[in-house]
């Protein structure tokens, strides 16, 4: 019987929720560039005429409804799920970005103006995609990694509870324990160390990080020896919820990277506009 | 049993969690967005745009760069009056497309419904300050045109066949075999470059240094060494006294041109007159020759004088029209306006009343009134004339109206007929001069086929684009705008004025002399005419000489009149047998000896050299046509 391969995880966060959008988006995206090649190939092409406009007119439309995604919350029911806001926001997104490539005719910018807008335009639109790729991987990687799970906002207040915790177990401890856990374990339990390196393995620096544990129990006495397997199991849990801390952290501050740039854009995008039309 | 790592969400919160408040990153991107428009629109509005603007324009328009008024029109982009202000100044409409359409097809009904087009749909600015605004998209010529140079038509020299009349009688054959039989152009004193190949027609064709074409043949130059003996061309019959006025007899009308200081050998005898010494472009012959062509054929004669006067008049109209918009200042503008606004009313009533124009009652009146005025003006002549006219009328009046345009000779003749007319209604009374001048400018405007309604349209609609000009200038200068710098203006001006001047000599010339004598008996006219050949004798061994008059001579001048073919990178790459083939062979001037757009195929079909448009055609004809 032939074994049916397991799906890794890059390929469950590449793979699209909804196939027959993306299918959509790419035969949308060819018929605007057979669109562009044909019109190009019988007249010149120029942004401010004919298909070119109507591209740039479908981007500005396209970028506005973009903005419009905060709106999902109380608009979302009846008209349109949740579900289907994100996978709009996302594909159109796409297509926007593709249409103001084509909208330039390919071609780079000549003023510092039309750099901005196609920096700015890229920028979003490529921030906008990794946040898609991180909401796919990061919850997938913490479920399948880690044992705790907690709330962003309640990760320090469970920290506390963890260093009282860790306190009174090493209350009545002998002094080679209690100096090692003042010395080795408490500092790192006060206070929550967020690391990117969580992003690619939740586990990462684990091992390493329990070494000086094994090493104690070499020298703590048989009867210390629970304590010790106490503490390294708060110490577990505290690494976890660093990785917890940490992944939970990028995917709220990956849209500080996305949200204000495309603010800025539709600021761009307005001038462009009104350049347009006047002059 | 020691502790283990809790398992999900470890024991319940002390306090209610409150989540991120909604809106908070939107809010801060909206309140950016503003802001950066405002910062935008505030630097636009105190003069600090590059910010905004989409590129750098060319260096040659970065003095206005920061205004933007000085192209672009409010909501109308880039404006073709605004590119106009600068780069034609005298509002000839050369730079339009019904002009390229003119300058391709010379249909003026064809050039009246070529659409508009905008200047910055070729010409695409803001693409940094080395940008080559010049070099324009190829894909707008194919739009009208064919993709590529496998689909070039042959040329339309050879196309239609058409004969070029240099003006000369110029067999190469025996020019090529008497130069070679001279030895390398070397030895003869002449360096033919390094084309050495091309040595032989290298002695008359040369190329011109840093020109762009072959220096035009020169007398002098080219043909003097062998066809001048004792510095004379040839030799003369007599002719008869009374037809040919010796110098002295031209001073005596008060002729002092240059050429009348310079005495030459003259023998008189027997009541005839012979010049000994001939020489090439001899003016003692040339002025005879205009006053005898004048008696003989006195319309042929006008309708030559007229087209010149038209050519000068049309000059003097774009001379006039250039200078007002750049240095006139808001009243005047605004009476071009006004006198604009009026001349439009005035042709739309005019286009307005061509149908009844057919009509024989109101068109012979016309005609009728014409010959009235041309009789009460006293002069011999021009009572001949007026009958002529009066008699044409009654005829005309009897007959019924063709429908149809009339066959070419008809039209030729009638225009001919109305030349003289004005000819003559011009000797009679100076005063009527500046309407006849217009009226012969019109008439020879107007070509076999067209009804005057087109004509009139196109002048209308001529006039309703200067006035958009007009108006647009008055904008410009509401809104503090300065007229274009007057060497802009200048440069354009220096060239019609340089054509005008040319024209303007041509015509002194033909104007000179005595009064042409009424009717001439056929005895007269039988001697005027063995005069005529005696004076021509020696010309006529080279030059052509129809009905009386040297043709005019365009030797060697470029026949691809719509193309701009540079010789001097070709003659590098190959022989000139290689396009010109059968040159030795050749026995007639007319003979093009060109192989047409298959040579070119040679070398730019196969992809060796480029083919695109730009490289040989222009698309805006010359700023003198």
Known sequence: MKAVPVPTRASLALRPKQPVNLLLTAAVSAILVLAYLVSAYVSPWSPKRGLGLVFGFLAALLFVFEMLYPARRPKARPFFTARNWIQAHVYLGVVAMLAVVIHAGFSWPHGAFGWWLLLLSAWTTATGLAGVGLQKWIPAALAEGLRVEALYERIPELLEKLLAEADALMEDASDVLERFYRSEVRDALSKVRPSWSYLMDVRGGRDRALEPFRRMAQFVDPEEKEKLEDLTSLYTEKMELDAQYSLQGILRRWLVLHVPPAGLLMALLLIHVFGWVWY | ?625
């Open chain 2, 1 to 625: 049993m020691p502790r283990q790592v809790s398992w999900g969400t470890p024991g319940r919160a002390a306090h209610y969690v409150f989540p991120r408040r909604a809106y908070l990153l939107i809010s801060v991107a909206l309140v950016l967005a503003a802001g950066l428009a405002f910062l935008l629109m505030s630097s636009h509005v105190v003069g600090f745009r590059s910010a905004v603007a989409p590129g750098s324009v060319i260096s040659a328009h970065a003095p206005v760069e920061t205004s933007c008024e000085e192209c672009h029109a409010p909501r109308s982009g880039a404006s073709n009056p605004r590119c106009q202000r600068c780069h034609d100044a005298s509002g000839a409409g050369r730079l339009s497309n019904g002009a390229h359409v003119l300058f391709g097809s010379g249909d003026p009904r064809k050039a009246a419904a070529a659409p508009d087009l905008y200047c910055a749909s070729c010409h695409v600015e803001h693409r940094g300050r080395q940008a080559a605004l010049r070099v324009v998209n190829e894909v707008q010529c194919v739009r009208c045109h064919f993709r590529s140079l496998r689909a070039h038509p042959e040329f339309a020299v050879l196309r239609a066949k058409s004969v070029e009349a240099p003006g000369l009688k110029y067999p190469h054959d025996c020019h090529v075999r008497e130069i070679a039989k001279k030895g390398s152009c070397k030895e003869a004193g002449f360096d033919p470059g390094p084309a050495a190949s091309a040595a032989t027609c290298a002695r008359c064709h040369e190329p011109a240094q840093g020109g762009r074409d072959l220096v035009p043949i020169s007398f002098d130059r080219h043909c003097a060494s062998c066809h001048l003996k004792d510095g004379s061309v040839g030799s003369m019959d007599p002719v008869a006294q009374e037809d040919a006025l010796p110098t002295e007899a031209i001073r005596a009308l008060g002729i002092t041109a240059d050429w009348l200081r310079r005495g030459d050998a003259f023998e008189a005898s027997r009541g005839k007159v012979a010049k000994t010494l001939l020489r090439h472009k001899d003016e003692w012959v040339v002025f005879n020759m205009w006053k005898l062509r004048r008696e003989l054929d006195p319309a042929g004669f006008a309708t030559e004088r007229g087209a010149l006067m038209a050519r000068a008049s049309q000059l003097q109209r774009r001379l006039a029209l250039a200078a007002p918009l750049a240095g006139l200042d808001r009243e005047a503008l605004r009476a071009r306006e006004a006198s604009l606004t009026l001349e439009i009313q005035g042709l739309g009533r005019r286009i307005a009343a061509q149908p009844k124009a057919l009509d024989p009652a109101g068109a012979l009146s016309r005609l009728e009134e014409i010959a009235a005025a041309a009789a009460a003006a006293g002069d011999d002549t021009v009572k001949a004339d007026a009958e002529s006219i009066r008699a044409r009328a009654a005829e005309l009046r009897s007959q019924p109206i063709p429908a149809e345009a009339l066959p070419a000779d008809a039209y030729d003749q009638r225009r001919k007929e109305l030349l003289t007319a004005l000819d003559a209604i011009d000797a009679a009374d100076a005063s009527l001069k500046p309407r006849t001048e217009d009226l012969r400018r019109r008439v020879l405007a107007v070509t076999p086929g067209a009804a005057g309604a087109d004509l009139l349209t196109r002048v209308r609609d001529q006039r309703q684009a200067d006035l958009l000009r007009v108006r647009d200038e008055l904008r410009l200068r509401e809104g503090g705008l300065a007229p274009p710098r007057a060497s802009l203006l200048a440069a354009e001006q220096g060239r019609v004025q340089s054509v005008l001047a040319a024209v303007q000599q041509q015509l002194q010339r033909m104007s000179e002399g005595p009064p042409a004598p009424g009717s001439l008996t056929s005895e007269q006219r039988e001697r005027k005419k063995g005069s005529l050949e005696a004076l021509l004798a020696a010309c006529s061994k080279c030059h052509l000489a129809p009905s009386g008059s040297l043709a005019k001579v365009s030797a060697a001048r470029p026949v691809l009149v719509r193309s701009t073919f540079v010789h001097a990178p070709h003659l590098l790459q190959a022989d000139c047998s290689r396009c010109h083939p059968g040159v030795a062979k050749s026995r007639q001037s007319q003979d093009l000896n060109f192989k047409g757009i298959a040579s070119c195929r040679e070398c730019h079909g196969s992809g060796s050299a480029k083919q695109d448009c730009q490289s040989c055609h222009r698309y805006h004809p010359p700023a003198v046509p």
